[in-house]
């Protein structure tokens, strides 16, 4: 499954049994961490002041809903000229961007970006997922997160048009889990070019879980969980560390149907080493892509196109190994979207296929 952002790692939480200790992962959530040897489970809290190194980057704030706020990462592009915008909804967890904003986003030189956190999230937080506030493990499900960032992203398109920002094509970027929400939010970001998966399948969350708990022999936990979202316990019951809520909307989310029905283009990037994700996931969904998708149909840019890292884990991170260089595939995927702004007309697929 993948319920942690790209660039973390797994590890057992102590809040899930450990059979199911999938589903939480550890938020690490440090770029170029590979294992739990090189970085901390359980980084030392930040503080909210944002640190010296924050660079270019800066925190702003936008309406939710219902008068809830969300704090966002805002950078303007590293180069000029501008020539497209990237917006980004990161995975799960009560972890920020923060702390490795700069690097994790390095490879986006023309683009300013814009990265959502949920409501109650501090952008600089390293908290381990077993340590989530019990008001954050409540509200965090993907309906509500969904209605956040709907209206954040109304606010954002509101406030860039009274500036009078230049009318830039936009890229909808989501990470592991904030995939999931991508085809919800796309009709309300104006010019937007096209949609980004970063370690996630592309297929309903319930369909991926249930391979991933199969891999590891852990389906008979699956089923008893599903069997808890289907019963008469209250949505804020905790189970496996995250509230009924949260899985009666995850069991019946859905992801792949919209995706491929969309119009609009989906770029996905995975690591053929994922632990959270199996390999059958991806493979179920590209056999649901239709060749005229993959090809385009006529001269039709493609409207999909996928890019499997061997080698690379979960933050599509590949180490270095005897006759194999080391590799970030989030760059790679910056690389990408790069060229493609040289020349958009070839469709955001065009430099896949070269």
Do not use: N
């Not at 196109?305 to 180490?319: F, K, T």
């Amino acid at each position: 499954m993948r319920r942690i952002p790209a660039g973390a790692s797994a590890a057992p939480c102590r809040k899930a049994s450990p059979v199911l200790a999938f589903f939480l992962g550890a938020l690490m959530f440090v770029a170029g961490c590979g294992t739990t040897a090189q970085c901390p489970v359980t980084p030392p809290p930040l503080a909210s002041e944002p640190p010296a190194a924050l660079g270019a980057w800066r925190v702003e704030h936008l309406p939710g809903e219902a008068g809830a706020t969300l704090a966002v990462l805002a950078r303007p592009e590293r180069t000029v000229p501008a020539r497209f915008r990237v917006i980004v909804v990161p995975g799960s967890g009560c972890a920020g961007m923060g702390p490795l904003a700069e690097r994790y986003f390095a490879g986006l030189l023309h683009a300013p970006v814009l990265v959502l956190h949920k409501p109650g999230v501090d952008p600089f937080a390293r908290t381990a997922p077993g340590d989530c506030a019990r008001s954050f493990v409540q509200q965090d499900r993907h309906s509500t997160w969904l209605a956040h960032a709907r209206a954040a992203l109304q606010a954002d398109a509101l406030a860039q048009q009274q500036r009078g920002s230049a009318p830039l094509p936009q890229v909808l970027v989501g990470i592991s889990e904030g995939a999931e929400l991508l085809p919800g939010l796309a009709p309300h970001v104006p010019r937007l070019a096209g949609l980004v998966l970063l370690a996630a399948s592309g297929l309903d969350p319930r369909d991926a879980g249930a391979l991933q708990a199969q891999r590891l022999g852990a389906a008979a936990d699956w089923e008893a969980l599903g069997a808890k979202v289907g019963g008469s316990l209250p949505d804020s019951t905790v189970v496996q560390g995250r509230s009924l809520g949260y899985w009666r909307d995850l069991w019946h989310w859905p992801v792949a149907r919209p995706l491929l029905d969309s119009p609009w283009p989906v770029l996905q990037v995975w690591g053929s080493d994922d632990a959270l994700v199996p390999a059958a996931a991806y493979g179920q969904f590209a056999s649901q892509v239709q060749p005229s998708q993959q090809r385009g149909a006529g001269h039709a840019p493609a409207a999909w196109c996928a890019r499997r890292i061997e080698g690379a884990d979960h933050g599509l991170q590949r180490p270095a190994l005897p006759g194999q260089d080391a590799m970030d595939g989030v760059q790679l995927a910056w690389a990408w979207l790069e060229q493609w702004a040289r020349a958009p007309h070839a469709g955001i697929c065009a430099p896949m296929e070269r």
